[in-house]
């Protein structure tokens, strides 16, 4: 029989159950026990529903995030977050928040650096190393979760991130030999293997998806050092690889003395059909076959062709599993009754996929059964590939007729500038926050009593300018220069543009993982997109009729939009960007039209879609920089065009963010102390910007020490003239008692700097 297997699958429970455990515990609502206990059912769930596979993954379930987990296996959780005498979740989470339950404000520190997960919007927590790094296993949590698993009456394979891809994830603090680590790091990664063998573990999976990136020689040789020593242990090792192809690291994997490799079959279909030729005759090859990153049916047909010469080839060594993790899609298909039936017909989330991977089984089995599910599914993608619900032509008459103008503004920077700050009159250092504001219970429960029906809409409307009208109040009192309406009205910034344009599609469970408690819903984009008239106006429009101070409209740029959605599969995502890059102008010059003569065009998921080969890079940069130009460069020199980008490395494509030409950029540098500023020292940014002064994912308030500190630092890599202040992110997720002192801190920081750099004094940019 063919073995099926799986990589990981989504935590979070159909109903975003551990997302609320986790919020009622940070809050003291609930014990840890209690934690656990829905940590524990979860568990049971996800094996329940694996249950037909030949092996359920274990350790892919996380309170917060598996690199996490797998720093704490490892026994080097920062020493900021305590020693071993305190509770080890209690550390646990200070390094991801920078506080736990019933921390004093003495405890609090600094919350680890997070960063995207390769190209993916999954976050992760960096582990830090220093040339004093020492590794102490503790491997207590896995082990009872493998027990756990056992006990259940499933075989357990246990999922670990590779050796080498986390210190090729880790960050030195003190500019020290990342792979220096690596003897002390394998004997850890040794003693592991020995416990999990000696706990009836057969197989483990060990992740190491930095093969499809290009690897420096010290890297590859790192991999070959790595499984030359964890290959002499029991269990066996199946080497995972994903989100991309092996290419020129295809001789290194096939090298690599593990029982097992896997690939994802998606992005890497030609090192699937090498790897069958260049393994050993006693090595397993695992096919990722089924999409883990989007929400389309698989062609099953299609698939089951590709398959059956391998299955010829390899009988028993052929496994099958999705791409990656499953931790990327919605939980259960089953779950959407609101859904167009046309449209859920063409669609998988994680409990579907594991449909789609047992029907690919039996059919290459020969099971009878099997025929029937693929005849369905053959209906199902030609419903779809002929479909008049994915092709506009007013769209493609539209795109076809873009010229090179739409994407110039009228002027150069320089000139934009002068004319910009004669009208705003802003000050040096002028201080804003990046768009939301903190959403409140009752603006959450306004929200589903309109869509519920229980609230009209002259009502829901209502309700919303009185959150509009305290959120201006809030920002006049502490002395904010370019104020925002605080985006009550919006559920999230890229399913609130969704919702109002053409060719997009929502589900009501459909929530993926974000980072820790963090879920996002992301759009479904099925068809040809379209602008269908003003979706901000009005809100912005209100709320600059409340004060005389500048007001920021707010937008989700069209890469963002793009990245953040489950994207059309039949057409380049450079097509479907180009399209959404259309209706955002028409928003844009509809907000200008209406007055607002700053706009802010977030594209904080520019970073995560470049392609994880450094070579390919450049492609998509040409195109995404040119969906941001085209949708907002239609404005006059008056208006001031800004953008935002979070958690992500930005320092090498800082060339790429400056052609976007935004007259002002935000940018994440809080948790990585500026240390994206290095980068300036080598790179002239033409523009202004300004770099996130406080870190809005952990609930510390930051002093105005700290953030004159960063500010400091900032000004000595940057003209006085071009920065700005600001946190790093929206404040949606904070509670306003958070958010009242950390501005209040930010304002006088701001001023202080004021005082320091007079204009006078200032250098001239």
């Not at 009192?477 to 890229?494: S, T």
Request: glycine letters at 6%.
């Amino acid at each position: 029989m063919t073995t099926i297997h799986n990589l990981g699958f989504p935590r979070i429970g159909c109903r975003r159950e551990l997302k609320f455990t986790l919020e009622s515990y940070w809050r003291g609502e609930s014990s840890e026990n209690e934690l656990q206990a829905v940590a524990s059912h979860l568990r049971k769930q996800n094996w329940q529903q694996q249950s037909k596979l030949n092996f359920v993954p274990v350790g892919d379930f996380s309170l917060y995030d598996q690199v996490l987990d797998m720093t704490a296996i490892l026994g080097h959780l920062p020493a900021r977050c305590g020693d071993s005498s305190e509770p080890a979740l209690t550390r646990y989470f200070r390094a991801a928040r920078g506080q736990a339950p019933g921390d004093s404000t003495s405890k609090q520190n600094f919350a680890g650096e997070m960063t995207k997960w390769f190209d993916t919007n999954y976050h992760y927590i960096v582990p830090e190393l220093t040339a004093d790094t020492q590794f102490a296993l503790n491997p207590d949590s896995l082990l009872a979760q493998v027990q756990e698993a056992q006990a259940a009456g499933y075989k357990a394979k246990p999922v670990l991130i590779g050796p080498v891809t986390y210190l090729w994830l880790s960050e030195t603090k003190d500019d020290s030999d990342k792979l220096a680590h690596l003897p002390a790091l394998l004997a850890q990664y040794q003693q592991l293997l020995e416990l999990l063998h000696d706990a009836g573990v057969s197989w483990v999976q060990i992740d190491e998806p930095i093969l499809v990136t290009e690897l420096e020689p010290e890297w590859q040789q790192a991999l070959q050092t790595a499984y030359q020593t964890l290959s002499k242990n029991m269990p066996n090792l199946l080497l995972a690889t994903y989100f991309g192809s092996l290419k020129d690291n295809c001789d290194l994997v096939a090298g690599l003395p593990v029982a097992g490799v896997h690939i994802d079959a998606i992005n890497g279909k030609q090192d699937v059909l090498t790897l069958a030729e260049k393994l050993s005759p006693e090595q397993v090859l695992s096919v990722g076959i089924i999409n883990g990153r989007n929400i389309w049916k698989t062609d099953l047909n299609q698939a089951l062709a590709f398959l059956k010469p391998l299955h010829q080839q390899l009988g028993a060594r052929l496994w099958l599993a999705p791409s990656c993790s499953l931790l990327h899609v919605p939980v259960d298909l089953s779950l959407e009754t609101e859904l167009p039936d046309t449209i859920k017909n063409w669609l998988a989330f994680a409990y579907q996929k594991l449909d789609e991977l047992t029907a690919l089984a039996a059919a290459l089995e020969g099971e009878a059964w099997a025929s029937k599910v693929l005849a369905q599914n053959a209906l199902a993608i030609a419903s779809r590939q002929q479909s008049e619900l994915v092709n506009d032509p007013d769209v493609a008459k539209r795109t076809a007729a873009i010229s090179p103008e739409l994407y110039q503004r009228k002027s150069e920077f320089k000139q934009r500038i002068a004319i910009q700050q004669a009208e705003l009159k802003l000050p040096l250092f002028p201080t804003t926050t990046i768009g939301s504001f903190p959403q409140t219970p009752d603006v959450r429960q306004a929200r589903r009593q309109y869509k519920a029906g229980e609230l009209s809409a002259a009502g829901y409307q209502q309700r919303m300018k009185l959150e509009i009208a305290d959120c201006i109040s809030a920002q006049e009192k502490l002395g904010l220069d370019v104020l925002v309406h605080g985006e009550a009205e919006r559920n999230d910034m890229v399913e609130y543009f969704g919702e109002q344009l053409s060719g997009f599609l929502f589900s009501k469970f459909g929530w993926v993982q974000s980072y820790g408690s963090r879920c996002v819903k992301p759009p479904i984009i099925y068809g040809d997109v379209s602008w269908q008239g003003p979706m901000t106006v009005a809100w912005s429009q209100y709320a600059a009729s409340l004060t005389t101070k500048p007001m920021k409209g707010m937008l989700t740029g069209p890469v963002t939009i793009l990245n953040w959605s489950f994207v059309r599969d039949d057409q380049p995502r450079s097509s479907t960007c180009q399209q959404i890059a259309l209706a955002v102008r028409d928003e844009v010059l509809a907000l200008e039209k209406a007055g607002i003569n700053i706009i802010q065009i977030d594209e904080a998921a520019l970073r995560e879609g470049l392609p994880l080969r450094r070579s390919e890079w450049q492609t998509y940069l040409d195109w995404a920089v040119s969906s941001f130009r085209l949708s907002a460069n239609g404005v006059a020199d008056r208006t001031q065009i800004h953008t935002h980008m979070c958690y992500s490395d930005f320092n090498e494509i800082l060339e790429g963010i400056a052609s976007m030409d935004a007259d002002v950029i935000t940018i994440e540098t809080s948790r990585s102390d500026l240390a994206l500023l290095s980068a300036f020292e080598r790179f002239s940014y033409p523009n202004q910007i300004g770099p996130g002064v406080y870190d809005i994912h952990s609930p510390n308030v930051p002093s105005v020490k700290q953030m004159v500190n960063l500010l400091e630092k900032a000004s000595a890599k940057l003209s006085v003239e071009q920065l700005w202040v600001n946190p790093d992110c929206g404040l949606k997720t904070r509670r306003w008692d958070e958010v009242i002192p950390a501005l209040e801190n930010m304002v006088e920081a701001a001023n202080v700097l004021r005082d320091t750099y007079r204009p006078s004094t200032a250098k001239i940019a």
